[in-house]
């Protein structure tokens, strides 16, 4: 007996040796929650995991919560597909702030800009996508780690952080306003149809010419547009953050994402990372901006503008890709 006892004894210590070396040898080190780098950008460490991407409630039914919208208005969401995020990743908490721009880029394009606020912790805005990416690299370059926009997949699981519904914070905006910043203009409103030719939602003023140094011309504003008068961008991280602490997701500014837009891409998208079409005129936009309706802020709307396209409403959040063991990322 003593002897059986003994040697039970003997493979239990045996076992947790094991088991203790392979944690140690196996598993990746544990990542910080949260890291700010060296130009004050702070972020969340995004967990992988699997979500609901898309539009799950039936299209007439949401056509149903915002006034003048119909069914087709949102088709681009469907179906609604289970997507896994294979690996956990970095993403800023605010949008891109001007200041960490200049710092960056050491240029101001939204400088002179009629009705554009300025200063050091308002979104950086009238960026294109092209140069978000060269914002990218440049901070890498910079930082020694690897920089890039958001996919439209980590954007919307980012943005949704473990919930179903509308937004972050449930099915209605109504009264929700403590959450984000939007404003009053409805779907097919003249005052934000700009461009409509190339933008496949009316999401912002958009051109496709790079920003003039001198400030625009001030013209008449339809009374459609009166709600302008009284909304504006607002500094980051004004208002309640979501689930996983980041700020501004529904509306503030649009936000860039890598991805190619593709308005039926949801029938072919992979069940894994997906990274959108593989070309494509325009490229994807997310959340919303201060003077769109909230209709435009949620979760799970989806905009495309020409990547050379920018506007007072767009600007960006960089995701930061963790290093693994042996340095690899």
């Given at each position: 007996?003593?002897?059986?006892?003994?040697?039970?004894?003997?493979?239990?210590?045996?076992?947790?040796v094991?088991?203790?070396?392979?944690?140690?040898?196996?598993?990746?080190?544990?990542?910080?929650?949260?890291?700010?780098?060296?130009?004050?950008?702070?972020?969340?460490?995004?967990?992988?995991?699997?979500?609901?991407?898309?539009?799950?409630?039936?299209?007439?039914?949401?056509?149903?919560?915002?006034?003048?919208?119909?069914?087709?208005?949102?088709?681009?969401?469907?179906?609604?597909?289970?997507?896994?995020?294979?690996?956990?990743?970095?993403?800023?908490?605010?949008?891109?702030?001007?200041?960490?721009?200049?710092?960056?880029?050491?240029?101001?394009?939204?400088?002179?800009?009629?009705?554009?606020?300025?200063?050091?912790?308002?979104?950086?805005?009238?960026?294109?996508?092209?140069?978000?990416?060269?914002?990218?690299?440049?901070?890498?370059?910079?930082e020694?780690?690897?920089?890039?926009?958001?996919?439209e997949a980590?954007?919307?699981?980012?943005?949704?952080?473990?919930t179903?519904?509308?937004?972050?914070?449930?099915d209605?905006?109504d009264?929700?306003?403590?959450?984000?910043?939007?404003?009053?203009?409805?779907?097919?409103?003249?005052?934000?149809?700009?461009?409509?030719?190339?933008?496949?939602?009316?999401?912002?003023?958009?051109?496709?010419e790079?920003?003039?140094?001198?400030?625009?011309?001030?013209?008449?504003?339809?009374?459609?547009?009166?709600?302008?008068?009284?909304e504006?961008?607002?500094?980051?991280?004004?208002?309640?953050?979501?689930?996983?602490?980041?700020?501004?997701?529904?509306?503030?500014?649009?936000?860039?994402?890598?991805?190619?837009?593709?308005?039926?891409?949801?029938?072919?998208?992979?069940?894994?990372?997906?990274?959108?079409?593989?070309?494509?005129?325009?490229?994807?936009?997310?959340?919303?901006?201060?003077?769109?309706?909230?209709?435009?802020?949620?979760?799970?709307?989806?905009?495309?503008?020409?990547?050379?396209?920018?506007?007072?409403?767009?600007?960006?959040?960089?995701?930061?890709?963790?290093?693994s063991r042996?340095?690899?990322?």
């Amino acid at each position: 007996m003593i002897n059986m006892v003994g040697r039970n004894l003997f493979l239990l210590v045996l076992s947790i040796v094991v088991l203790c070396h392979e944690v140690r040898g196996g598993d990746e080190p544990s990542l910080p929650k949260e890291i700010t780098d060296s130009i004050g950008i702070s972020m969340v460490l995004i967990p992988a995991g699997k979500f609901v991407m898309g539009s799950s409630e039936p299209k007439e039914k949401l056509a149903t919560r915002f006034e003048g919208a119909t069914p087709d208005d949102f088709t681009d969401e469907y179906p609604a597909h289970t997507v896994e995020i294979s690996k956990p990743f970095y993403l800023g908490k605010n949008e891109v702030t001007q200041e960490q721009w200049t710092r960056v880029m050491e240029t101001t394009p939204w400088k002179g800009e009629f009705g554009i606020k300025e200063g050091a912790n308002y979104p950086a805005i009238l960026v294109n996508w092209d140069d978000a990416n060269e914002f990218c690299h440049k901070l890498s370059a910079k930082e020694g780690k690897q920089y890039r926009l958001p996919t439209e997949a980590e954007w919307e699981y980012a943005c949704r952080a473990g919930t179903n519904t509308q937004f972050s914070f449930g099915d209605s905006a109504d009264g929700k306003s403590e959450y984000g910043w939007w404003g009053k203009a409805k779907l097919n409103d003249p005052s934000i149809a700009i461009a409509a030719s190339t933008v496949t939602r009316p999401a912002a003023n958009v051109s496709s010419e790079p920003p003039k140094s001198a400030p625009r011309k001030v013209e008449p504003q339809p009374e459609t547009n009166a709600v302008r008068d009284t909304e504006t961008l607002h500094e980051v991280g004004q208002k309640k953050p979501n689930p996983w602490g980041l700020y501004d997701m529904h509306g503030n500014a649009w936000e860039w994402c890598s991805d190619n837009y593709g308005e039926d891409y949801y029938r072919s998208s992979p069940a894994q990372d997906p990274q959108g079409p593989e070309v494509g005129r325009s490229r994807t936009m997310r959340g919303g901006a201060y003077f769109n309706n909230s209709i435009f802020c949620r979760s799970a709307l989806r905009s495309g503008v020409p990547a050379r396209g920018h506007a007072e409403g767009i600007g960006f959040r960089v995701v930061m890709v963790p290093e693994s063991r042996g340095g690899e990322k």
